[in-house]
């Protein structure tokens, strides 16, 4: 079956414009994650969904990070007002559930992101 | 906090020989999971093998197998046979909730012909 997808696989911007990132899950995966990766941070956990509902989003960098997801199934990470810091890669995995510390996560092909 | 870390930046090795990758973690937790992820130049990341913190039996995956020293909390990665293909980032990654994964910095293996 299909795997994880995010749109789009490259994102360049301008200093101060907002973006939007998209990740279609596994279908039937009711965890879905977001991380960042950053030469200077490494990879970084930002936020998780079970469903719909995102328990904990104190992983966000800043305010200007915003998550969704509908329908349990496609999630969207937006970035306002963007800055040169937030270049990096934005990898997204789901799994099966979340409350299963085991379950693996299968992760997206990641979308780069470069704001000039 | 759980930490991770890989306190091998690079590492090289010769095709057809054995290699072992480094990790070490830190948490109070006594129930829970660690992976090596394998990440190529695609960005891809893809799980290599996980390890239950209450098995004492070191997980293999064909060349592929594990040191996990609970005590110690260390979880080593040994490839065996390594072949051109195995060239990537690995990351070694703890889970102990319902959250995402703590990721170490990475080690780039190559892997020379």
């Known amino acids: 079956g299909a795997g994880v997808s995010q749109s789009p696989s490259n994102k360049v911007t301008e200093k101060g414009k907002d973006v939007e990132l998209r990740c279609d899950p596994i279908?039937?995966?009711?965890?879905l994650y977001w991380y960042r990766q950053s030469l200077g941070q490494g990879l970084e956990f930002l936020i998780y969904f079970q469903g719909n509902s995102a328990p904990d989003k104190s992983g966000l960098p800043s305010d200007r990070f915003s998550a969704e997801r509908t329908g349990g199934s496609v999630s969207t990470l937006t970035i306002q007002r963007t800055q040169q810091e937030d270049s990096a890669v934005y990898l997204c995995a789901s799994s099966l559930a979340s409350t299963g510390k085991s379950y693996e996560q299968y992760f997206g092909p990641g979308t780069r992101l470069t704001v000039t | 906090a759980q930490t991770v870390t890989q306190s091998q930046p690079e590492m090289s090795v010769q095709e057809a020989e054995t290699v072992t990758l480094s990790c070490t973690y830190d948490t109070s937790e006594s129930d829970y999971y660690l992976f090596w992820y394998k990440q190529p130049p695609s960005r891809q990341m893809i799980l290599v093998i996980r390890q239950e913190a209450y098995k004492q039996q070191n997980a293999t995956e064909n060349r592929f197998s594990v040191n996990f020293q609970k005590a110690a909390k260390s979880f080593s990665l040994k490839i065996s046979d390594s072949q051109l293909g195995d060239a990537a980032m690995y990351f070694c990654a703890y889970s102990g909730g319902a959250d995402g994964l703590t990721f170490g910095k990475g080690t780039h293996l190559i892997i020379q012909p």
């Open positions: 279908s039937g995966h009711t965890a």
